[in-house]
């Protein structure tokens, strides 16, 4: 028996539809990179941006036709947070045969035993000519969610809508996953969260538990939340080796008045405060963000206040995203006065200005001598990234580096990627 998962969205669903496809492995079951070939097909969704949800809109619509294959329908789930109102979305969608609250790993599971989809006499999947089974092995870096939902009150956002209020698991549970996988392959875990720095038992104490995972090469963490990063974890972060200096701290907007009505809990002074203290303790580290631009009452000047801060502090990157509305969210009754074309003026404005400044940072590294982790191989080359999270590619040579550190010298640098080549010993 085949599956098909499809996913889009944040690194938690990427970590979910891991963890599902995992499960269904031990089932037996085999991966297929077609709807069409599959038997049951799961699609994990988004619908932070509008833009999101429009994919998975036209993903469900196309899927219509698979309950007409005449060698027989698969069954098709809709996972992730597009899922609220199951009624309502069974009569728009007929199509579908479950609807999967985010992160409940248990009801895909659940389903296929329900179908009758698994082996009937092992449970497991053969190769039809062969008879050998073919297990799916680990990617080299994962993520490895520590906490679902969120108890913040951003007034844009539907993750707590959708995610509900935050559940961190036990650190004894997430160190035995870790070690799992390493023990699979892989040699990097990132640990998500939605606000991954209230984590109930202690984000720096969890750092400390997973550091000494024999076998794991690196750690990350995300998404960060100005109003709650903390000194002892920035400080824990700064002295364990195997902790990146790569931190993801959205800031939305840079006007004071503009994150009251977000709802954030932080001021753009307090943030240039954090982030210099970010930098005094890790020098050298690599700083992402996101930014909103269109919200709800922004103005020109509230704007430019942004694009002033983002000049000022020189993100290595810049998420950048123009407002829509979100169902249900305490912003959808403000007035979305922006209007569109200005909207998509601020966001271009952004992205020109952040590929000016990453192209400058990364242009600091030419000639550099730098370790990447190899991740996989792509378009001819092999693909890996510096502990700051850069986007690294160099030759293919006859040796195998998937999965190891690497030291290679930048031979050309861009604003969103760099080529290299090895650094011989």
């Given amino acids: 028996m085949r599956y098909y998962l499809w996913t889009i969205g944040c ?92 992160s409940d790993i248990d009801a895909v599971v659940e389903l296929a035993r329900q179908q009758s989809l698994i082996h009937p006499l092992t449970g497991t999947s053969v190769d039809p000519v062969s008879g050998i089974h073919h297990p799916t092995s680990n990617p080299v870096s994962v993520g490895v969610a520590i906490s679902y939902g969120c108890d913040h009150l951003c007034t844009y956002c539907v993750v707590r809508l959708r995610r509900g209020p935050e559940v961190s698991r036990p650190v004894e549970e997430i160190v035995t996953e870790v070690q799992g996988l390493v023990e699979g392959g892989v040699k990097e875990v990132t640990l998500l969260g939605q606000n991954v720095d ?4 202690g984000l720096a104490e969890l750092l400390e538990a997973v550091h000494p995972v024999e076998g794991l090469e690196r750690i990350r963490f995300l998404t960060s939340h100005p109003a709650e990063m903390s000194g002892r974890l920035i400080e824990t972060a700064a002295r364990l080796p195997k902790v990146c200096e790569h931190v993801e701290i959205p800031v939305q907007s840079g006007d004071d008045a503009v994150l009251r009505r977000m709802g954030r809990g932080y001021t753009a002074a307090g943030y240039r405060e954090l982030v210099a203290r970010i930098r005094a303790t890790m020098p050298g580290a690599g700083l992402a963000t996101d930014v909103i631009v269109g919200f709800p009452g922004e103005t020109e000047a509230q704007f430019e206040a942004t694009y002033r801060l983002l000049e000022e502090v020189r993100f290595d990157v810049v998420h950048v995203a123009a407002y829509s509305p979100r169902p249900g969210t305490p912003a959808e009754r403000l007035p979305d006065d922006v209007p ?3 909207k998509e003026r601020r966001r271009k404005a952004v992205d020109q200005l952040q590929e000016r400044i990453a192209g400058e940072i990364n ?63």
């Fill in 198 to 201: 209230s984590y109930a038992f």
């Fill in 363 to 425: 242009a600091r590294l030419l000639g550099q001598t730098v370790e990447i982790l190899v991740e996989t191989r792509r378009r001819g080359k092999w693909q890996g990234r510096t502990r700051t999270n850069k986007l690294v590619f160099m030759p293919v040579g006859e040796e195998d580096l998937t999965g190891r550190l690497v030291a290679v010298r930048i031979t050309w640098t861009g604003p969103w990627s760099m080529q290299a080549e090895a650094v011989q010993p």
């Fill in 340 to 342: 569109g074309a200005e």
């Fill in 11 to 102: 690194q938690m669903n990427f970590a979910d539809s891991r963890r599902a496809a995992e499960e269904l492995q031990k089932l037996g079951f085999q991966e297929t990179g077609r709807a069409e070939d599959a038997d049951l097909v799961v699609l994990n969704t988004c619908v932070v941006r509008q833009s999101a949800e429009e994919k998975v809109v036209g993903r469900l619509t196309s899927l219509r036709g698979l309950k007409r294959k005449p060698e027989g329908e698969p069954v098709v789930a809709l996972m992730g947070c597009f899922v609220t109102e199951i009624p309502a979305l069974q009569r728009r969608y007929p199509w579908i045969d479950a609807f999967i609250r985010p």
